[in-house]
Structure formats: C-alpha cells, structure tokens
C-alpha cells in the first residue's frame, strides 16, 4: 500500500455517500400522438397507434386510446415511434473535448488507481453543449462513466434535459466500472495478471471491511488495500447489487472478468467486448450482458480479432447484448451504430431492443425506461422514417413528457452562414 | 494536376521532376540535358522512387441492369457498366458486350467508382496501434518537407482490406500533423502487395502535408520551440517559403544553364521548389475559417495553389471565398466537438459548400470512417436536404469519388464511370446512402480487390494470419 492510501485510509472515515436522490421535473401537459406506426419494444409494433402522455409518463399506448380532452394533439400520420434510445458509456456532459489539453472541459477522471468512491454526478455539466446536439439524434438517456485506472469509478444513468444535476439523473450509480484490460494493467504494476491480483485484494479487503467496520473504527485491522469510502462504495458491489461495468476486449480479459464475476459473486456487464463472439457461449450461459460497439474491427493488442458481426453472433448465441457508440467525436451516432450492426447481420428488432429497453434491464431502470407502456416515463422519438436511416430525423424528442427544443448551437450557426457573407 | 499530366503522365512516370516533369510544364521547354547513366546524373535529375504497381491483367465485365452512379452525369436507372482491360468501356442502356466477358447481375444494386480517400494515415499509423508502427509525424522539427510519407508506408497494415471492404480503391497516405510542414504524401492503389513502391498510383503527383493550428503550435510549445502560437505557425511557414523561393531560382538557373557544379541538394526545400513549381499539390490540415484565410494569404505571398484545405470544420463560414480560389474542402460529415478547434463543425458543411459551388470531399483521417465514407456523404447529404438544399445523390456520389480525385490530381485517369476511366468500380447491395448498403464487389483497375461472397477475393494482410481474425466478407 502506498503511503498515500495508507494516510487516507486511517485519516479518513467512510465517506458520506452522495445524496443526489434522483427528483424528474415531469412536464404537467396532456400529449397525444396519432397516427404514427409505434415500436414500443416490449411488444409488437402497432400500426395507426396512438399514444398519450401525461404528467411525463406513458399513459396509454395502443390502436384504440381514446385522446383525453384537452390534451395537445400531434398527428405523426407517416412516422416511426421509438422509446427514446439510450447510449451506454459515454462522457457526455462530463467531458466536452478531448485533445488540446482543454482541462476546463475535462471531469471524467481523478488520479489514482482505484477510486471506487467517485461517483460523476457532481460533474456533469446539465449546460454542456454536447447534450442538446445528441438529443437531436433521438438520444434521451445516456450512461455517463468515469475513465481511468483499475477501478476509474461509478456511472451514473442520466435524461438529457434539465438545469440541475438532481433533475437529470435517473440512476446513481448505475454501474461501477473497472477496467480488465490494457487501461487497468498498470494499475497491477504492468501486467493484467497483476491487476486480476489487485482487484482480488481489493475486493477480499471490502469484504473484510463489511465484516469488521467496528475493528476498522477502532484500529484493529490490519492495513487495507484501499482507504474506507472506496471500499464502502464495493459493498453494493459485492452484494450483487451495482453492476461492475467490466471492459474487457481481449476473450482473455472476458475469461478474467467472468472468473472474478464467479468468484466474488458480481453482476458483470462486459463492456467493449471485441472479441466475445469468441465467449459467447460462455456468455450467454452465465447470463452476462455485453456491451458491443458495432463499428468496431480493427486489429489492436488488445482484441487481434474484433469483427463487425459480433453483435450478430453475441445475439445468435443468446447473450444479451447493447449496442453503444461511445467515440468521443461521434457518441451522438448511436443510430448509425446501430444500423450497421443490422447491415452486419443483426436482426432490427434486436438492433432498436439493444438501445432502448437492453441497456434499461442491464442497468436496472427497465421499469421506467427502455419501452413504451402505460407508467413509463415518456422518454419518446418521433422519427420522419427508419431511424436507424440517414434519411430519417428525429422530428420530435420527448422527455419526460416535455418537447425537447430542437435549436441547438449547431443549427444557429448553420443559419447563421446560410447565406454569405453572414449578417453579424 | 500541372505539368505531368499533359505530358501523357500515364506512359511517363512522373519521377525526377525536375527534369522530364518540370521542363514539359513550362510553356517554353528547357533544352533537356543529353542522357546521361543514372551513377553520373546529378542527384536531382535522377529517378526518384518509382512506382512498380502493374495493373494485373482482367477480363472483360458487364454489370447489367444496376442503377448507376457515374459521378460525371445523371444517375441512370437499369443501366450496364462494361469494363475491359482495367479501362470502362462503356455506360448505359445498351451496351453490348463481348461474348467472353464476366456477367454480373446488377439487379436492385448500385453501381459507382472506387470511393477515393484524400485523407488517411494508413500504413503510416498501421495497426495494431504500437509505437513500433508510429510512423506518421517526424516531429523532431516543425518543418519536415524532407521527410516522404511512403517511406513509412507498411503494405501489411491490417487496416487496408477492411477499408478495401468499404469500397476505397485509391487513398492519399499523408504524414500526421505535427508540424508546419510534415512532409510528402503519397497517392496509393489498395491493392495486395509487398511494397509501397507496388501500389503507387503511376503518375500522381505528390502532395504536401502542411498543418495550421492547435496541433503544431501545441507540440513545439510544449518543447518551448517556435512556433508556440498561431502567429509563430505563420511565422514558420513563411521562413521555410522563402528559403525554398532561393533555392528554386539557384537550380532553376542552373537546370537552365548547367553551368558549373549544381547547387548542393537539399531534400527540404527541394520538396518545397516543387510546391512553388506547382508540381506537387499542397493539402493543408487546417480547422478554421480564419486561418484558412491566412493560408490563402500564405500562397499568394509565395505564388502557390492549395489545392484542399483537410478537415476545414469551418469551411462552411467561407464556402464563398473557397469557391473563388478554387480550393476544395475535405471534410468529415459530423466530427464535432474533439478539440477547440473543431467547436464549430456542422452537418451542413458539405452542402453548404456544394451550394456556394466550392468542391465538398468526404475524408476519413480514421482507418473506421474510411470504411463508410459512403456514410459520412449519406449524413451530409440529408442535412443539406433538411436545410433546403437539395443535394442529390449525384451530386454526393462526387464526394468520395470525382472531388478526392481532383484534389489529387488523378481525375484524368479515374474518378467518374466515363469511358477511358480506369475501372475503379464498386457494386453496392443497395443505394450507398443507405446504412443497410454494402460493398459486395471491388475492382482496382478492372481486377476484383473484394467480394464479399468469395474468400477467395478478401485479402488478408500477413498480420491477419495466425489469428482468429475472420477476414473481411462477413
């Protein structure tokens, strides 16, 4: 232990856990929507349905919901309805740019190695400027993670839109996230066997900490591997409750992740997965969900044999599967990623599921989120097309039962310099 | 592209240009020195690494009842493309074909040329991503004009089949953007081979890799060098400009002359002469509008044409000014966001640039996105339309394929599905403007590079084998 840990562990006691209790602002107006061919997830699509929301939920979804009077009418006659998509990993609102050294914009690390105690909440900025321009793309609902390190932290599942952080968030944490392979070995003084080591004493150590808080209070425990809020926060962890959002590319850095999932009793979500296809089985028989990134496949250290059909293959073997797109300079082409993985051989129903009601169950919010049935909240797109379709747009996007503006930094300097020389 | 092209560039290799090349592209010929052995030539009028790319001979193929993108002219529904001996034959209605030639049902598929990327690192920064294969910016100095990008070209670069796979027959490998001035590009045919020399395209002129911006100022700042600012950028480029405009007119008066000892070679600024000569087309990394203005100043200063500003998020603020200079603007659809620099990036960029009438270009500067450059046009495409501009499909075809062209001055040879062409060709499962839609076949002047339904046709690089890595024809 370095003596850093050492000084934080005995110096600090458990840390009082962030309290921003999840508080939606719901609009209060009646919406029905007519018309449209509807793709509530969670059952077949309905033709001609309508939908009707009230005080930010789902009230009715069907062929034959009589519209309550008074309610604002939108006839979407021609459109697609989807649950609003979700996209998993990402550093939406918590980092803005990535290169250039712009640390001003940068909130999605701390230093260190474990640091399973930072929860990113109390850095998302509800201002960015990323978030209206992925909202535009159908996006309601992301899962902002921390980077960094073995263990770089907890993420929390927020809706994109909202002036304060206790409006936004839905989940936190969701998931705690550690990092199985390249991005963590360092933390195991340069090799994965010794990061598979670390965690393994961190986690032994939690537990140790669960059982004998009294002896941690009094001093009559033997130095543990991280000070006290990090192991705190490894509880629900350990009880099977807070997700391990676990990257893990190469098929060795899955085998590792199941095996620790296996031996501590976690609930592990595979994040990256480049090569489970190769794990599939495996996967699917220890009921681990992966997260695949469908664009995924070219040849790295970390995974020589990615494929852009791994979703497919993940899908045909049973696994549960996300779809994501979390580059930095993309994150809002969740719908582009996951149209490719329907060109690369997924089915569409499993494409629209792994972004909408998949990633709701695999983070623990599907009675809320992900489909849409009466009680949910309405997180909802009403698309000109396909949205998996270039030619299609987002034409409406609801949160929580409130229209989203669809103006955006991007489209004021579009008509801006419509016409040139652009009148300042 | 000047000079090399009208001296019949095909038949002509354009090495040692500053001989054969640079002689022909004046109006009033230079007497042409007697031949000499290469061993007694002087340095600079020798052969300088020529392309071996041999085109591999192939049959004639008939595509039959596609719809037809040729970038040169209207789409054309139910249409055949004939190719022959690595050259379009013939496109339309009714094209009769030899009894020998290959048939191809076209049905419900669609039919471009080869997507052409103005705007790549592979083989430079080759996968697996090690620093071993980091070979993409010498950024020892900011002006590196002696350093060419071919030299660190690695052929088994993993990367390429997959782009292959996206339907790319021609890329521009540049150096990185480290520096002011990062050296030569070079212009290649993805196709298999051992050595780079194997797949450059015979006669493309080079280009010159020049940076503006955060990136060098960022690199050299930190190493407490000039430049450290965007004024020290411009401070840099115009040191280096007039260095090169002495140097030109020492040998330019010597080559006249070939009086007394040449002048000593200097590998930097005998690649800048060339850019003052107009032989070698200068592609500036360079994010936005207003240093995109600077550059333009820059070459007027030193007489020489930018033929495409890279990146160029902001090109859209100057689409005006770009259309008058005749520069063309190689641009992502919606990279956004990633650095300062790139705070301003719309959609629209492309369509607001085909509206002004400047020269819009799909670049990847990705070994993913060079993958779906078909995409990147689809998304810029229909955010033009949104805004009322309504782009057609004809018009984005041209993106990825007659535009890149031109910037890199092979639009003579290929480009468009006109006859003479070489047959760079794609068949597409369905419109390329789809995301459902897939390269199914490629053909690299006339020769299947790919087919999705046929190992046999997916090349694997030497890196791929031995691994699980499943080729690229799933």
């Not at chain 1, 503006?405 to 579009?414: I, M, V």
């Not at chain 2, 980091?134 to 782009?163: F, K, M, R």
């Not at chain 2, 033009?384 to 041209?398: D, K, L, V």
């Not at chain 2, 997916?458 to 031995?466: A, I, R, V």
Request: hydrophobic share 40%; net charge neutral.
């Amino acid at each position: 232990m370095s003596p850093w840990l050492a000084r934080r562990a005995g110096g600090v006691m458990v840390g009082v856990a962030l309290s921003l209790a999840a508080a939606p602002r719901c609009g209060g107006q009646t919406i029905a929507i007519t018309g449209a061919t509807i793709y509530p997830v969670s059952s077949p699509k309905i033709e001609q349905g309508t939908i009707v929301i009230r005080d930010g939920k789902i009230t009715g979804v069907g062929l034959n919901i009589p519209v309550p009077a008074g309610a604002t009418r939108i006839d979407a006659s021609g459109r697609w309805i989807t649950p609003g998509l979700i996209q998993t990993g990402t550093s939406l609102g918590v980092k803005l740019l990535e290169s250039g050294g712009l640390r001003q914009t940068e909130e999605d690390s701390v230093t260190g190695d474990v640091n399973a105690s930072f929860d990113v909440s109390e850095a998302i900025d509800p201002a960015s400027m990323a978030i209206p321009i992925t909202r535009l793309e159908g996006i309601t609902t992301t899962l902002a993670v921390p980077v960094g390190g073995l263990v770089p932290g907890q993420g929390v599942l927020f809706d994109l839109s909202g002036d304060r952080v206790e409006e936004l968030l839905d989940k936190a944490p969701a998931v705690m996230v550690m990092d199985l392979g390249e991005g963590g070995k360092n933390a195991g003084g340069g090799s994965r066997a010794g990061a598979m080591q670390r965690l393994r004493r961190t986690l032994r150590d939690a537990l140790e900490y669960a059982r004998r808080r009294e002896d941690y209070r009094r001093g009559q425990i033997q130095p543990l591997a991280e000070p006290a809020q990090d192991l705190e926060a490894l509880q629900p962890v350990l009880r099977g409750e807070l997700p391990v959002l676990a990257i893990a590319n190469r098929r060795s850095d899955i085998e590792n992740a199941l095996r620790l999932a296996r031996e501590f009793k976690l609930r592990l979500v595979v994040w990256g997965g480049a090569e489970a296809w190769q794990a599939a089985s495996e996967l699917a028989a220890a009921r681990v969900p992966v997260v695949v990134e469908p664009l995924t496949d070219v040849p790295q250290f970390d995974a020589l044999s990615p494929r852009l059909d791994n979703a497919t293959l993940l899908r045909a073997a049973g696994v549960t599967t996300v779809l994501a797109q979390r580059d930095m300079a993309q994150f809002r082409d969740l719908r582009q990623a996951a149209g490719n993985a329907v060109r690369n051989g997924l089915s569409w129903d499993d494409a629209l599921r792994g972004v909408t009601l998949t990633p709701a169950q695999v983070f623990g919010v599907q009675d809320r989120y992900g489909s849409l049935e009466p009680g949910k909240v309405a997180n909802l797109v009403i698309w000109s097309g396909d949205p998996f379709e270039f030619s299609s747009e987002a034409e409406h996007v609801f949160i929580r039962g409130r229209e989203m503006p669809r103006q955006t930094r991007q489209t004021e300097l579009r008509d801006r310099y419509r016409t040139l020389p652009p009148r300042f | 592209m000047p000079g090399c092209r009208r001296v019949g560039w095909l038949a002509l290799p354009c090495a040692g240009l500053l001989s054969g090349c640079a002689a022909a592209s004046s109006s009033k010929p230079a007497p042409t020195p007697a031949p000499t052995p290469a061993s007694a030539a002087p340095s600079a009028e020798r052969a300088q690494y020529a392309s071996t790319y041999q085109r591999r001979p192939s049959g004639a193929v008939l595509i039959r009842n596609a719809t037809v993108l040729t970038a040169a002219g209207p789409e054309q529904q139910r249409a055949a493309v004939l190719f022959a001996d690595g050259k379009i034959v013939a496109v339309g209605a009714d094209v009769a074909a030899p009894a020998d030639a290959v048939v191809v049902d076209g049905t419900g598929k669609f039919v471009t040329p080869g997507v052409i990327d103005t705007h790549s690192h592979m083989g430079v920064y080759a996968a697996p991503g090690t620093p071993a294969e980091s070979d993409g910016n010498e950024a020892t100095n900011p002006v590196t004009a002696q350093v060419w990008a071919e030299h660190s070209v690695w052929p088994q670069d993993p990367q390429i089949p997959l782009a292959v796979a996206g339907g790319v027959t021609v890329i521009q490998v540049l150096p990185g953007s480290a520096n002011l001035i990062g050296g030569r590009s070079v212009t290649l045919r993805l196709v298999p081979a051992r050595t780079v020399q194997e797949m450059k395209f015979p006669g493309a002129p080079y280009g010159l890799k020049m940076a503006c911006g955060e990136n060098p100022k960022r690199v050299y700042g930190q190493k407490s060098i000039s430049p450290s600012t965007r004024m020290g950028n411009m401070a840099g480029y115009r040191a280096a400009f007039i260095e090169a405009e002495r140097y030109r007119a020492k040998w330019d008066n010597w080559l006249k002359t070939h009086r007394g000892d040449p002048p000593d070679r200097d590998l930097r600024l005998e690649t800048l002469a060339e850019v003052l000569r107009g032989h070698i087309l200068p592609h500036i990394h360079c994010y936005r509008a207003d240093e995109m203005a600077q550059m333009i100043d820059l070459s007027k200063e030193f007489g020489f044409k930018i033929r495409s500003f890279h990146h160029a998020v902001e090109a859209y603020k100057i689409a005006d000014l770009l259309a008058r200079e005749g520069i063309s603007a190689s641009v992502w659809d919606d990279w956004w966001g990633f650095k300062m620099e790139a705070l301003d990036a719309i959609p629209e960029n492309a369509a607001l640039l085909e509206q002004a009438g400047a020269r819009p270009i799909m670049h990847s500067d990705d070994p993913n996105g060079i993958q779906r450059l078909n995409q990147e046009a689809a998304k810029a495409m229909y955010a033009g339309r949104r805004m009322g501009i309504p782009i057609t499909r004809e018009q984005a075809i041209r993106w990825m394929t007659a535009n890149p062209a031109w910037a890199l001055g092979i639009d003579s040879v290929t480009g468009t599905l006109e006859p003479g062409k070489a047959a760079d060709v794609v068949i597409w499962s369905a419109d390329p403007f789809s995301v459902y839609s897939r390269a199914e076949k490629v053909y690299n002047e006339g020769r299947l590079v790919f087919d999705r339904a046929d190992t046999a046709h997916q090349w694997k690089t030497d890196f791929n084998l031995g691994t699980a890595a499943p080729g690229v024809g799933r």
